[in-house]
Antibody
Framework: QVQLQESGPGLVKPSETLSLTCSVS????????WSWLRQPPGKGLEWIAY???????HYNPSLKSRVTISVDTSKNQFSLMLSSVTTADTAVYYC??????????????WGQGTLVRVSS | QSTLTQPASVSGSPGQSITISCAGS?????????VSWYQQHPGKAPKLLIF???NRPSGVSNRFSGSKSGNTASLTISGLQAEDEADYFC??????????FGSGTRVTVL
């Protein structure tokens, strides 16, 4: 059974860098494409980045200048770094799998999500 | 366009059918058959219900069905049950290879 688990600090100061890791268990990280999404409290979902080939990511244009994604195959993890955060970046952050069910970006498996608050 | 347009809320009685709309443009919903729907219970992660407009993943009840007409996609829940009370989001692939989500619909079972 494949599972995803996000981890990282729950509180980040404004202007600092948010760093999260998604650990994949039950499958090789090289077997699927992976993504990061987020959801501000009480609001809708927003995609941050999705993998379109192994190790290559397409970024949301509105966040692209601040986002870095990396993949560590030895640890079966992929990570998100979001720089220069503001209170608008407060959200539940999810990692998700594109399981290849459909034509484009079908997120069939999600992590439980982790709340990151940006506050001084 | 930053989000696809969904009704803020839809309600129905147990056993009834309800439909949630997801309005976009020819650059997203209307241009591709890559619309998916997600169900989200409070405090939980989203769950995939429908992909590629009308396909159900294994394990999803056949009470959930999807369709599309022009620039608007729809999710229908038939035989409404108490457990269907949740938020529902649509998502579409776009012509600029980005993804766009709907504003979300809260379903209430009366």
């Amino acid at each position: 059974q494949v599972q995803l688990q996000e981890s990282g600090p729950g509180l980040v100061k404004p202007s600092e860098t948010l760093s999260l890791t998604c650990s994949v268990s039950g499958a090789s990280i090289s077997s699927s494409f992976w993504s990061w999404l987020r959801q501000p409290p009480g609001k809708g979902l927003e995609w941050i980045a999705y993998m379109y080939s192994i190790g290559s990511f397409h970024y949301n244009p509105s966040l692209k200048s601040r986002v870095t994604i990396s993949v560590d195959t030895s640890k079966n993890q992929f990570s998100l770094m979001l720089s220069s955060v503001t209170t608008a970046d407060t959200a539940v952050y999810y990692c998700a799998r594109d399981g290849g069910l459909g034509g484009e970006k079908v997120f069939d498996l999600w992590g439980q999500g982790t709340l990151v608050r940006v506050s001084s | 366009q930053s989000t696809l347009t969904q009704p803020a809320s839809v309600s129905g009685s147990p056993g009834q059918s309800i439909t949630i709309s997801c309005a976009g443009s020819s650059s997203d919903v209307g241009g591709y058959n890559y619309v998916s729907w997600y169900q989200q219970h409070p405090g939980k992660a989203p769950k995939l219900l429908i992909f590629d407009v009308s396909n159900r993943p294994s394990g999803v009840s056949n009470r959930f069905s999807g369709s599309k007409s022009g620039n608007t996609a729809s999710l229908t829940i038939s035989g409404l049950q108490a457990e269907d009370e949740a938020d529902y989001f649509c998502m579409s692939y776009t012509s600029t290879t980005t993804l766009i989500f709907g504003s979300g619909t809260r379903v209430t079972v009366l």
